[in-house]
């Protein structure tokens, strides 16, 4: 593993449905974040990590958890699956959450909730 | 809450210069980020900000004037592969990243 990596790569799913997106990250990085991406509406932040064991909410949380048992994994869950969570999720990470370093992304998850 | 602003696209000749402006409304800065997104694939780190001034790195250089709320990219010797979208982003008080909605450059020979 090289960098950050997100699976599935894409997903169709059921509305109702639970579903759980998986992100892995193999730099050391402390923080962690988790985007969607919306046609004219830009990434907008989710959940996100500061460090392992510690969680908070973004701008858009409602209808996600995470959760952050250590350094490298960030799972997104989406506990009942809606129509207007179709996008393509990002996760990413940096070295600090508050230096000069930027976030890295990982290649993204295309879901459709039907 | 934050109000970033850029163009949604742009369109240049291959070896032309082309500059996205960006204008933003924060609560706090601490930083401000451009990143390069080309379709179907995840944004990647272009240029960072956070003192007044030009930031040079190849044939891309950034400007930000933290007074104005204003950033711009620089695009020079144009590209086919620079056909993509540039994604202005600005890390608040918060030091949470904030995205615009991204700009769609397209190079035409």
């Known amino acids: 593993i090289a960098g950050i990596t997100q699976a599935p790569t894409s997903q169709i799913l059921a509305a109702g449905r639970r579903m759980t997106l998986r992100c892995t990250q193999d730099?050391?990085?402390?923080?962690m974040y988790w985007y969607r991406q919306d046609l004219g509406l830009g990434l907008r932040l989710i959940h996100y990590?500061?460090?392992?064991?510690?969680?908070g909410k973004g701008e858009v949380p409602d209808g996600y958890s995470v959760s952050r048992a250590n350094t490298d994994d960030f799972p997104l869950t989406l506990a009942s699956a809606v129509p207007s969570q179709t996008s393509v999720y990002f996760c990413?990470?940096?070295?600090?959450?508050?230096?000069?370093?930027?976030?890295?992304f990982g290649p993204g998850t295309r879901l459709l909730v039907l | 809450g934050q109000n970033i602003d850029q163009p949604t696209e742009m369109t240049a000749t291959e070896g032309a210069i082309v500059q996205i402006n960006c204008t933003y409304q924060?609560?706090?800065?601490?930083?401000l980020f451009w990143y390069q997104q080309h379709a179907g694939e995840a944004p990647t780190f272009l240029s960072y900000?956070?003192?007044?001034g030009l930031e040079e790195k190849g044939r891309f250089s950034s400007f930000l004037s933290r007074s104005k709320g204003y950033s711009y990219l620089l695009l020079k010797e144009l590209q086919m592969k620079d056909s993509a979208s540039y994604l202005c982003?600005?890390?608040?008080?918060?030091?949470?990243?904030?995205f615009g909605a991204g700009t769609t450059v397209t190079v035409r020979a």
């Open positions: 990413a990470s940096s070295d600090e959450a508050g230096g000069p370093e930027t976030q890295y």
């Open positions: 730099m050391r990085h402390n923080a």
């Open positions: 990590s500061n460090t392992a064991g510690t969680t």
């Open positions: 924060t609560s706090g800065f601490n930083g």
């Open positions: 900000n956070v003192l007044d």
């Open positions: 982003a600005v890390r608040g008080g918060d030091y949470k990243l904030s």
